[in-house]
């Protein structure tokens, strides 16, 4: 099976920067679609950002121009560079791998930005 790790998350002011990565281990050989999700306090998880098979990315509109997924390869690691962060952005963010048909879910990493 697949196992995600999300690593990265911290606290930050306002306007600074945070890096999330998402590594893969055990059955993962192939490109998948990876995503990056959050769940804030009281809210549903809504998606982040995607980037497909076909290395196309999408972000919802709050995080356009200032969030950016990739990934490496090599490492079988995806990540979310998040600049000017704002208090709006502070949530548990989760790493997901669609394969095949089957979802997976790393277990979150917090981030919180706040003064």
């Known amino acids: 099976q697949v196992q995600l790790v999300e690593s990265g998350g911290g606290l930050v002011q306002p306007g600074g920067s945070l890096r999330l990565s998402c590594a893969a281990s055990?059955?993962?050989?192939?490109?998948?679609?990876m995503s990056w999700y959050r769940e804030a306090p009281g809210a549903q998880r809504e998606l982040v950002a995607v980037i497909s098979r076909f290395a196309v990315t999408n972000y919802t509109d709050s995080v356009k121009e200032r969030f950016t997924i990739s990934g490496d390869n090599a490492k079988k690691t995806v990540y979310l560079q998040m600049n000017s962060l704002k208090p709006e952005d502070t949530a548990v963010y989760y790493c997901?791998?669609?394969?095949?048909?089957?979802?997976?879910w790393g277990q979150g990493t917090q981030v919180t930005v706040s003064s």
């Open positions: 997901n791998a669609m394969v095949m048909t089957t979802d997976y």
């Open positions: 055990g059955n993962f050989f192939k490109l998948y679609d």
